[in-house]
C-alpha cells in the first residue's frame, strides 16, 4: 500500500492507472495481496484495475516463467557444485518478486539489478551464458547493457541505486517517457548510497522505482536487527511515497510496480516498493545458512512458496491441464539444457583480455600495461592471445 509521509492513515479514493501520477498520499502499513498463500484470489478494487487485463493466458505465462527461472537457478547451483561455476547467488524463494516486477516493465525502460536478479536477466533477453559467464570467472560482465536495458550485475551492495537515480534524473533532462527500476536487498537500505540515491531522487522528482526485495536476511544478519520499523517506512522520511506488498504474490507485485512505473513515468517522482519475501536458499553458494538460521522458519516460509501459490489458484481455475504442465516442463528442461551447454563450452578467457574494456577509447596507460604484460608472458615461451571478448 503507498503510505504518507508518517507511513499511516490517510485515505483516498481508489484511483485508475491514469490518477496513478497525482497520488502520492495513502494508505500504508498493510501488506497488499491479490492471491493468498492457499491460492486464492483476493480482491481489493484499489488494485485490481491494475491487473485487469492478466487473463488466463498470462497467469500460465507468469507460471512458466517463475518455474523457468527456479529451474535455472537449480541448475546454476548445481554447476557450482560441480565446479563448472566458481560462485552463484541463488534466487530461490523470490520467482515472484522478480517476475512480477520485471514483467511490468517496458522495453525502453531501464534496470539496475544486484548480483541476485538472474530471473530479471532472464526476462529481459539476457542469454543464459551471459548470465553464467560472470559466475564461471569467463568475464568482468555479462551483457551489453544497452542492447537489454539492464546494467550488468553490481556486487557492491546498494550502489546501483545510485547509478539508477543518475540515470533517472538523465532520463528526465531529456524528456523521456521511460522509468527507471533499481534492485536491492534489505540490507542494501542499510547502506549509505541507497540513502543518499533517495535523497537525490526525492530531491529532483526522478523517475526512479526503488524495489526492496526484503528476504528476510542479509547474510546472516536478520532483517529485524537492522531495522525496527518496517522496511516501507524508511523512505517516506526523504518525502517518497512506499508500498508494502506480499512479494511472495506475483499478482500483487505486478499492480503495484504497474502503479510506481506509470507514476515516475508521468512525473510523480520516486517511488519505494517493499517486496517482503524469503530468501529459501543461501546467500551464496558459498553460505551455509543452517548456522545462523532457525529451520523452522524456513518451513513457515516454504508454505508461503510463490510458485505453489500460483499453481494453486490455477488449479482452482482449472488452467493447469497436462498440457500446460508438459510446455512448461519441457521450457524448463530446454533452458537448463542450454544453460548447462553454454556453461561448460564456454572458451576460456586469453591472459590479455583483463584489459579489455577498461576504458572506452584507448588509453596509453593501459596499453603500457598491456605491453609488459604481454613480454613478460612471451618470456615463458607462452603464446600470448587475445579472446573475444
Same mark, same amino acid.
Given at each position: 500500500?503507498?503510505? #504518507? ?12 492507472? *491514469? ?18 498463500? *492457499? ?13 485487469? #487485463?492478466?487473463?488466463? *493466458? ?71 551464458? *551471459? ?99 518496517? $522496511? ?87 488452467? $493447469? ?31 590479455? #583480455? ?16 598491456? #605491453? ?18
Amino acid at each position: 500500500m503507498l503510505t #504518507d509521509q508518517a507511513g499511516k492513515g490517510v485515505r483516498h479514493d481508489a484511483p485508475g492507472p *491514469e490518477q496513478s501520477a497525482h497520488i502520492s498520499l495513502r494508505t500504508g502499513g498493510d501488506l497488499l495481496q491479490l492471491v493468498s498463500p *492457499e491460492g486464492e484470489r483476493i480482491s481489493h478494487p484499489e488494485f485490481d484495475v491494475w491487473v485487469k #487485463d492478466v487473463g488466463d *493466458e498470462q497467469l500460465c505465462s507468469l507460471y512458466e516463467d517463475m518455474t523457468v527461472i527456479r529451474r535455472i537457478d537449480a541448475e546454476a547451483t548445481a554447476l557450482q557444485r560441480q565446479g563448472e561455476l566458481a560462485l552463484w547467488p541463488p534466487l530461490l524463494g523470490q520467482e515472484a518478486a522478480q517476475i512480477g516486477s520485471s514483467r511490468s516493465l517496458r522495453d525502453d525502460d531501464f534496470v539496475f539489478p544486484s548480483y541476485r536478479e538472474s530471473g530479471v536477466a532472464y526476462v529481459r533477453g539476457a542469454h543464459l551464458s *551471459e548470465i553464467a559467464r560472470v559466475w564461471r570467472g569467463n568475464a568482468s560482465y555479462g551483457w551489453d547493457p544497452q542492447r537489454i536495458n539492464l546494467a550488468t550485475p553490481q556486487i557492491i551492495i546498494g550502489s546501483q541505486s545510485l547509478h539508477a537515480t543518475g540515470y533517472a534524473m538523465g532520463v528526465q533532462l531529456d524528456g523521456a517517457n521511460t522509468a527507471v527500476l533499481a534492485y536491492f536487498g534489505d540490507g542494501a537500505t542499510s547502506e549509505g548510497d541507497v540513502n543518499e540515491a533517495m535523497v537525490f531522487a526525492a530531491s529532483y522528482q526522478a523517475p526512479v522505482v526503488f524495489f526492496c526485495q526484503n528476504n528476510h536476511w542479509a547474510i546472516s544478519e536478520p532483517v529485524r536487527i537492522q531495522s525496527h520499523v518496517q $522496511l516501507a517506512d524508511r523512505p517516506t522520511g526523504f518525502g517518497i511515497p512506499s508500498m508494502r506488498v506480499d512479494g511472495n504474490d506475483v499478482l500483487a507485485v505486478m499492480a503495484a510496480t504497474r502503479v510506481a512505473l506509470d507514476r515516475a513515468r508521468k512525473g510523480g517522482g520516486p517511488t519505494f516498493i517493499e517486496a517482503v519475501t524469503y530468501r529459501m536458499g543461501p546467500h551464496t553458494t558459498a553460505d551455509d545458512p543452517t548456522r545462523y538460521r532457525d529451520p523452522i522458519e524456513l518451513e513457515d516460509w516454504a508454505a508461503k512458496d510463490p510458485i505453489l501459490r500460483l499453481r494453486k489458484l490455477l488449479e482452482a481455475k482449472g488452467l $493447469l491441464t497436462d498440457d500446460v504442465e508438459a510446455r512448461v516442463k519441457a521450457k524448463a528442461d530446454a533452458v537448463a539444457a542450454d544453460l548447462r551447454s553454454s556453461c561448460i563450452g564456454m572458451p576460456d578467457p586469453q591472459p590479455l #583480455d583483463v584489459f579489455n574494456h577498461v576504458y572506452s577509447t584507448p588509453n596509453s596507460w593501459i596499453e603500457r600495461q598491456k #605491453d609488459h604484460y604481454s613480454r613478460y608472458l612471451s618470456s615463458f615461451n607462452q603464446p600470448v592471445e587475445e579472446g573475444a571478448l
